[in-house]
């Protein structure tokens, strides 16, 4: 843990980022894939792979960015409250 505390937080942030936003990209766009709403992402004569490179960046950009922000801010913080505990002892 104390070694995770070392990263500086943009780092954490954009690692933790790239991260969680692949994992909610590619849960999303399967999800899409699946549902496939007015067939839209596949029909009889296969999968619209554009159409799918679209969902998944229109998906990836923006959480990313959201996520990143949020935990560098979370590590920040974290790192600020174990700085001060331990300052307390």
């Known amino acids: 843990m ?4 070392g990263v500086r937080s ?3 942030g ?3 980022g790239a ?3 692949t994992l909610v990209t590619a849960v999303i766009t399967a ?3 699946l549902e496939n709403p007015a067939g839209i992402f596949h029909d009889a004569s296969g999968t619209n792979w554009q159409f799918v490179m679209a969902t998944a960046i229109s998906w990836l ?3 990313f ?3 990143a922000v949020a935990a560098a801010a979370v590590h920040l913080l974290w790192g600020f409250i174990h700085r001060r ?3 307390d002892q």
Not at 2 to 5: H, I, R
């Open 19 to 21: 991260c969680i936003a």
């Open 14 to 16: 954009l690692g933790a």
């Open 2 to 5: 104390a070694k995770l505390l």
């Open 31 to 33: 999800w899409e894939w």
């Open 65 to 67: 960015m959201y996520a």
């Open 61 to 63: 950009i923006p959480t």
């Open 85 to 87: 505990r331990d300052n």
């Open 10 to 12: 943009w780092v954490f």
